[in-house]
T-cell receptor, first 111, second 115 residues
Framework: GNSVTQMEGPVTLSEEAFLTINCTYT??????LFWYVQYPGEGLQLLLK?????DKGSNKGFEATYRKETTSFHLEKGSVQVSDSAVYFC??????????FGGGTRLMVKP | NAGVTQTPKFRILKIGQSMTLQCTQD?????MYWYRQDPGMGLKLIYY???????DKGEVPNGYNVSRSTTEDFPLRLELAAPSQTSVYFC??????????????FGPGTRLTVT
């Protein structure tokens, strides 16, 4: 079956630090990959996506590259801000009708 | 557009009570979903619907029921609430299931405590 594994949090960084949140997946075929973000007290919002191997999704300074050879979709940002503090979820969709989510990684950015 | 709205925001139930969580979307999306999010965990799909009158079970359907009489509304019913149903519940909707246009829009959630 499908599964998504994320690094456990919380991840605590100082403002302007570099961010990496690891995500690996198990799936048959060619899934689409997503990062969702959940700000405190809110629902999830799509942050970025990639639909095929070697695609790079990007939004709001965040990037992630679909690496089929390593079954990974790591989230990166060059310089985090306090406002980036949130929970980040990696997810996949594999030609079915459900998203499979990872467990989420909490990011805390200190001024 | 209001997007996806959920009511109530918070609720405390006693064991054995019943309740309905409301979800409405105004984006004319044909697909709708209910998830639960347990502390420190990812989201698990409870039920989903591909259109009015059509529903199907997700990963964790036991203890819940749904209906979809209109495109806009997708209520989730809890019968005989149990402490294991203490969670945050999210409703979501999407227009298409094709992976190249896939995005789910989430409501703000309902925090339910069963004691």
């Amino acid at each position: 079956g499908n599964s998504v594994t994320q690094m456990e949090g919380p991840v605590t960084l100082s403002e302007e630090a570099f961010l990496t949140i690891n995500c690996t997946y198990t799936a048959t075929g060619y899934p689409s990959l997503f990062w969702y973000v959940q700000y405190p007290g809110e629902g999830l919002q799509l942050l970025l996506k990639a639909t095929k191997a070697d695609d790079k999704g990007s939004n709001k300074g965040f990037e992630a590259t679909y690496r089929k050879e390593t079954t990974s979709f790591h989230l990166e940002k060059g310089s985090v801000q306090v406002s980036d503090s949130a929970v980040y979820f990696c997810a996949l969709n594999n030609a079915g009708n459900m998203l499979t989510f990872g467990g989420g990684t909490r990011l805390m950015v200190k001024p | 557009n209001a997007g996806v709205t959920q009511t109530p925001k918070f609720r405390i139930l006693k064991i054995g009570q019943s309740m309905t969580l409301q979800c409405t979307q105004d984006m004319n999306h044909n697909y709708m979903y209910w998830y639960r999010q347990d502390p420190g965990m990812g989201l698990k799909l409870i039920y989903y619907s591909v259109g009015a009158g059509i529903t199907d079970k997700g990963e964790v359907p036991n203890g819940y029921n749904v209906s979809r009489s209109t495109t806009e509304d997708f209520p989730l019913r809890l019968e005989l609430a149990a402490p294991s149903q203490t969670s945050v519940y999210f409703c979501a909707s999407s227009y298409s299931l094709t992976s190249d246009s896939y995005e789910q829009y989430f409501g703000p959630g309902t925090r339910l405590t069963v004691t």
